[in-house]
Nanobody, 127 residues
Framework: QVHLLESGGDSVQTGGSLELSCSAS????????MGWFRQALGKEREGIAA????????DYSDSVKGRFTISRDNAKNSLFLQMNDLKPEDTSMYYC????????????????????WGQGTQVTVSS
């Protein structure tokens, strides 16, 4: 079992920046791919950034590419999401997720490929 805890959500103005963190505990020794997802009220959960076990490969949704950066520190069992140039449409609950799934990198943003989920952290961007 893997436990994930997000932090860093806040309210910011358009154009601002935030960094989200996710701390993993439990059975993390086998190596896990990790990702960030978000879900706004009334919308489906959206995969926005994902990273492979060693951190060599990443993938981003078109909605955040060029503005958000995912990274991880395996020594500290931590995942990060640096968010720059935030927009009101980025307002959402953000979730950290982890998986032992090892399929194509091109499918890392699909929520159904993830086994473990955190409780989420709220990001609100005002205009």
């Amino acid at each position: 079992q893997v436990h994930l805890l997000e932090s860093g959500g806040d309210s910011v103005q358009t154009g601002g920046s935030l960094e989200l963190s996710c701390s993993a505990s439990g059975d993390t020794g086998s190596g896990l791919r990790m990702g960030w997802f978000r879900q706004a009220l009334g919308k489906e959960r959206e995969g926005i950034a994902a990273i492979t076990t060693g951190g060599r490969l990443t993938d981003y949704s078109d909605s955040v590419k060029g503005r958000f950066t995912i990274s991880r520190d395996n020594a500290k069992n931590s995942l990060f999401l640096q968010m720059n140039d935030l927009k009101p449409e980025d307002t959402s609950m953000y979730y950290c997720a982890a998986t032992s799934w090892g399929g194509p990198v091109s499918q890392m943003l699909r929520p159904e490929n993830y086994n473990y989920w955190g409780q989420g952290t709220q990001v609100t961007v005002s205009s």
